[in-house]
């Protein structure tokens, strides 16, 4: 029902298409708990073949995970192996910075009212509601919605940013800079379910949904 392959930087699953989620889920657990040692505490990107998954499927796949492996899943990916590739270097560029206590994991939805902040750089396992802001010493990833405020680069450093599985803000500022939808220079239609990229260039924040190119413009910096 279940089998696992490794690559640089992540792990696949492929998933039996008509077999019961529980039952599914049954063998995964038997199968991170075999290969715990193989894995160890790696941190990896985690792609889902054969079968799609409801969010709290989702959830519950993960939660699985974590229980019976030391691994530390750092994101769901796509079929855009290329986009993936770069979107995934930036996590493990934070994830870095986790390891050396200078960054934050924040694991659910940031509501209304809440702040979260970082002393250095800050992902959210969730979304951003409206009304609910994140802050960061250095760079935030966010794996669901920005609806809320983001300030990034509050160490006033050049080359941070601001990136979102969807990006539909109430203000993003990086240092300085401050970027209001409708107002900036290259926002991409929110209508548009995809990750973007807030960053510097030039002296001016712009937007670019995330590619190969806009991260090279990003970690070139």
Known sequence: MVVIKSYKG???????????????????????EESRKFFRDAALALSIEG???????EKRLIQTIDEHSDLNIICLVGKNEETNRKF?????????????????????????????ES????????????????A??????ILGELSGDAYAGLDNNDGHFITAVKMNPHICKIGVL???????????????????????????????VISPEAMENVTTI
Request: proline fraction near 3%.
């Open 10 to 32: 992540g792990i696949a699953l492929h998933l039996e298409e008509n077999e019961p989620f529980d039952a599914v889920l049954e063998e995964i657990a038997e199968k991170f």
């Open 51 to 57: 079968r799609i998954l409801s969010g709290e499927e």
């Open 88 to 116: 995934i270097k930036a996590l493990k560029r934070v994830e870095l910075q986790r390891e050396e206590n200078n960054g934050r994991f924040y694991r659910g939805n940031v509501s209304n009212g809440e702040v979260i």
């Open 119 to 134: 002393e250095g750089s800050l992902v959210v396992m969730g979304n951003v509601e409206e009304g609910g802001v994140v």
């Open 136 to 141: 960061a010493t250095k760079d935030i990833i």
């Open 178 to 208: 401050s970027y209001t939808p409708g107002t900036g220079k290259g926002f991409f239609d929110k209508r548009k379910s995809v990750p973007c990229i807030i960053y510097n260039k030039d002296g001016e924040l712009v937007s670019d």
